[in-house]
């Protein structure tokens, strides 16, 4: 039996994860890519007019590597975080980490977890979310809620650590990248999405929508369970098709070819079961980059909802706070238009000893405030792991 090799092993010594820290990593099934360096930052601005500073950037600067790596905010009017890094290594195939550098500390004594907004605020956001959405079922079909949990340690917060302790479910997209410093400290968005907003390669485009969750179960018949009841159930499947619909509505003027083969699958990672749809399509119009095809398809129901501007400005009232880089977009793009840009769910603002994890739910008539608050207890559990927690400890189970 062939053991997969760790990261380490088939890096060059000077680049050796994860004492030589890249600025950036982006871990998938296939390749992890690593950058290292920042030897220019792509000036800031909204969504709308990314691709445009991006074609700029690698007009007027042809040297270095043909990469764009970076952030999209959620809010569409908030300014983007892309660097030109230095270095980049793309190093295919499937590899481990190794074993983590640095600690967390959370021991109780040094450490604090505060619930923003507190679970009783989120469930009642929830059902006032609710009650909007069956006031006007015609003009709102569906928002998502999210909520969040600040976690401070007692040491500066091993980045590196998080990822390789991230890294160990192979389902998901480990990523770890910088964030526009606050007061001097640096800051990153470091998480593990399972869910692909859109991939461009060559003519051919991809998207991976998820939306229609249950948490996994550590018996094997109890787990088949819950997967079979979410592929059943009614209310997960209207929440999953909006976002279908829309990805498809936005994608087919674009292509020669759309469609989605295999239907709704289930994807699972080592915590959650979702509903998933594979989208592939072919493009008109080589000359529709990545960027644009994310800008048009950002934000998706599966983290805004359904209208797009309606469950917006409901989002924005009942939440309270501002997303940053939550439910945004974390990948890159090159100069030929092809990228790959994940959904940055399954996340957290990391700074200094301050954590900020963030998780949504999907919210349509049949959901509940109990149900949406358990899912996002859920969904923190891999993030929360990796910090070496248990949502039991903290309260969230
Ligand atoms: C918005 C999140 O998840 C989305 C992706 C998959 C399933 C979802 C759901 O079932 O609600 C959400 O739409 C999140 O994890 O913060």
Known sequence: MVHPSTLNDVLPEDRVFPANRPSYVLRSGDETLLAYGVARELPGGAIADLAGRVRRHFEENPAGPDILVGAI??????????????????VMGRHEFAAPAGHIETHAHGMQVTADPSP???????????ARLCEAPDSLRKIVLSRSLRITVGNDIAVPALIARLAADDAVVTFATPLPPRDGTPRFLVGATPELLVERRGSRVFSHPLAGSARRRPDPAGDREAADTLLRSEKDRREHALVVEQIMDVLSPLCTELAAPEGVTL????????????????????????????????PTPAVCGMPRREADAVIRDLEGYDRGFYAGAVGWCDSSGDGRWYVSIRCAEIEGRHARLYAGAGIVPGSTPEGELAETAHKFSAMLEAFGLSAAQIGEA
């Open 73 to 90: 905010p959620y809010a569409r009017e908030a300014s983007t975080h892309l660097l030109h890094p230095e270095k980049v290594l793309r």
């Open 120 to 130: 009783d605020a989120f469930s009642a956001a929830v059902a006032r979310g609710l």
């Open 267 to 298: 994807k699972a990672t080592r915590s959650m079961w979702h509903l998933g749809t594979r989208i592939k399509g072919v493009l008109k119009d080589i000359g529709t980059s990545s960027i644009e095809l994310a800008a048009l398809l950002h």
